[in-house]
């Protein structure tokens, strides 16, 4: 039986790898390289994992795919959404429904009756029907619509915000557990010495100070999740508890996580809890300095080892053609332990967690090598979607539009909300993480921008950006325009800036707002490295290894599709990439 494997380790980096094999710490991956081949990974623009595992799964750009930034507007409503699925009420019931457009590599080897395992790749979700599984990935939200977002009930705070609310110190306390549409459900937690009993529902479980609780299901009206609780702080003065993101219940699954829908239940109760959620470790919690490094790592670690005992065992237990799956942990510690590596970071600090990066990807080749025995007559690849840069600098871009007239709020604002632009007198907006939008007139409910006059507007916000310097910085090394970046594709951005590693755009900018920050600030958030620029290919290429002596050298994440279906002498057309067997 002919299989064909990838496992992707999101976010590995080149030149990490490189060092790790040359000191021989990748035993698993350095024998791929030395049976078969390695290389760089050419990836997308812009390289988001979204995007980047949308062109995995289809073969296709981002022009034809639709997957293009993390955060997107609708243009006839001026709304702003999450770049993944489409969230819609129907007949009073929540419906999502992917964006992603084109046909992923399982639909095509469902319909040549060969089975797939499709294992938390992002833009999975709602998972839909195949000869196979799927086990949805990034996009998958939590009960309250976002990507994963805690609460902290804590006598220690004296603020009252989304996911931090003040509790007063008693031995019997009551709190609100916030699920969809702002419904809300009681727990209670008693203070007996020491321990803590925490009943929800009429579940209980005990515990000390330090200690994660067993997993509660919390019922809501329509919709049942799954959430646990940390402890941490209890002592005479202060009482501080962590609540996990409430996740869709894979026990009675009220959106589409998995396929077929009754496996979710079974795996479940035998492996335990697996996190479907677009965060699947609290990566929130931790930049936003609710937890700590050590809860966020016993998070991450449960999350992968569950993830990882789900995959062993379904390569096993099934007749499977087709594998593929994404671990997360390499991605997700670079993210936030970057800043005790980078000595010129504002957030730098000498740490014991400075090795945690290299022992992230050592870690990850010792379970790579308990996979080996299952994958042993597949096609092996070993990929990553992309690199990694140090993220030193955050810059403002609509705050650059704002000074250069090419962007106004109302009443003549210096700072606003998306919410607070004055679209009369607004010619261009920065949205998302590599997007610029001209206000373009039949397309953007309010434009003004005519066709006749939007390109001499694009290049005028070009050259603005090139030549932009603030302090003697300049974070702009290229701007590509529609036609460079999605071919023409007029629903897609006008214009993506190419940032200098170590720059990348604001989080004003991601949400098109301006504040009172400077124009390019330092970036002091554990959110400390990154990868979505826009970078230039060469400064942000993935990885990929292969079991075979393939020519790997300008090898792009968009032929891994083709390859596959190359392999399995599938006829296919009119996709981007190219099979790397020809």
């Not at 994660?212 to 009206?221: E, I, L, T």
């Not at 699954?253 to 479940?268: D, M, Q, V």
């Not at 995959?311 to 007749?319: D, E, F, P, S």
């Amino acid at each position: 039986m002919k299989r064909f494997a990838v496992i992707g380790i999101d976010g590995a980096e080149p030149s990490i790898v490189d060092k790790l094999l040359k000191e021989g710490n990748l035993p698993t991956l350095a024998e791929l390289k030395d049976k078969g081949a390695y290389s760089k990974l050419n990836t997308t623009l812009v390289s988001q994992s979204p995007v980047a595992w949308s062109s995995f799964q289809t073969g296709l750009t981002p022009a034809k795919h639709y997957i293009f930034d993390f955060i997107v507007r609708d243009p006839e409503t001026m709304q702003l959404d999450i770049g993944m699925v489409n969230e819609k009420i129907v007949s009073g019931k929540k419906v999502f429904e992917k964006r992603i457009k084109g046909k992923a590599c399982w639909h095509y080897l469902s319909e040549a009756k060969l089975f797939s395992l499709a294992l938390f790749i992002p833009v999975t979700f709602p998972a839909e029907e195949i000869k196979g599984v799927v086990l949805s990935g990034m996009g998958t939200p939590d009960l309250r619509g976002t990507q994963g977002l805690p609460t902290i009930y804590s006598t220690a705070s004296d603020e009252q915000k989304a996911d931090v609310k003040k509790i007063e110190l008693a031995e019997r306390i009551v709190v609100a557990i916030e699920g969809p549409d702002n419904e809300t459900v009681q727990a209670v937690l008693e203070r007996k010495g020491e321990k803590i009993v925490i009943e929800l529902q009429g579940q209980k479980d005990m515990l000390k100070e330090g200690c994660w609780s067993k997993w509660f299901r919390v019922k809501f009206a329509n919709v049942e999740g799954v959430c646990r609780f940390k402890i941490l702080k209890n002592n005479e003065n202060e009482l501080t508890v962590y609540l996990s993101p409430i996740a869709y219940s894979p026990f009675n699954p009220a959106a589409s996580i998995a396929y077929p829908e009754t496996l979710a239940k079974k795996l479940a109760e035998q492996f335990g809890v697996f996190k479907s959620l677009s965060f699947e470790s609290d990566v929130y919690g931790l930049k936003e300095e609710l937890i700590d490094e050590q809860t966020w790592l016993e998070d991450m670690r449960y999350t992968f080892e569950t993830r990882f005992r789900i995959a062993k065992h379904l390569l096993q237990k099934t007749k499977w053609n087709y594998f593929a799956i994404d671990f997360f942990p390499v991605d997700r510690v670079q993210h936030l332990f970057w800043r005790f590596i980078d000595k010129e970071h504002a957030m730098y600090e000498e740490s014991d967690y400075a090795e945690l990066i290299e022992k992230t990807y050592i870690w990850l080749d010792e379970k790579l090598a308990e996979l080996m025995p299952l994958l042993s007559d597949a096609l092996l690849f070993v990929i990553s979607d992309h690199g990694f840069q140090t993220y030193r600098k955050s810059v403002q871009v609509n705050k650059i539009l704002l000074e250069e007239g090419f962007l106004a709020f109302k009443d003549k604002a210096e700072c606003g909300s998306f919410a607070d632009i004055d679209w009369s007198r607004t010619q261009a907006y920065a949205l998302g993480f590599g997007s610029i939008y001209i206000n373009l007139k039949g397309r953007e409910r309010y434009g003004i921008v005519s066709e006749k006059d939007a390109e001499s507007i694009k290049e005028d916000i070009k050259q603005a950006l090139l030549k932009f310097s603030f302090d003697h910085m300049k974070p702009f090394i290229d701007v590509k325009t529609n036609e460079e970046a999605y071919e023409g594709n007029k629903d897609m951005p006008d214009l993506v800036p190419i940032y200098r590693p170590g720059f990348r755009a604001s989080r004003e900018t991601a949400i098109a707002s301006v504040s009172s920050n400077e124009i390019i600030y330092d970036n002091k958030n554990k959110w400390s490295a990154d990868h979505i620029g826009p970078f230039l290919p060469e400064h942000n290429a993935g990885i990929i290894f292969c079991s075979e002596p393939l020519a790997l050298k300008n090898a792009s994440i968009l032929d891994l599709t083709p390859t596959a279906l190359h392999y399995f002498n599938i006829p296919f057309e009119q996709l981007d990439g190219t099979s790397l067997l020809r």
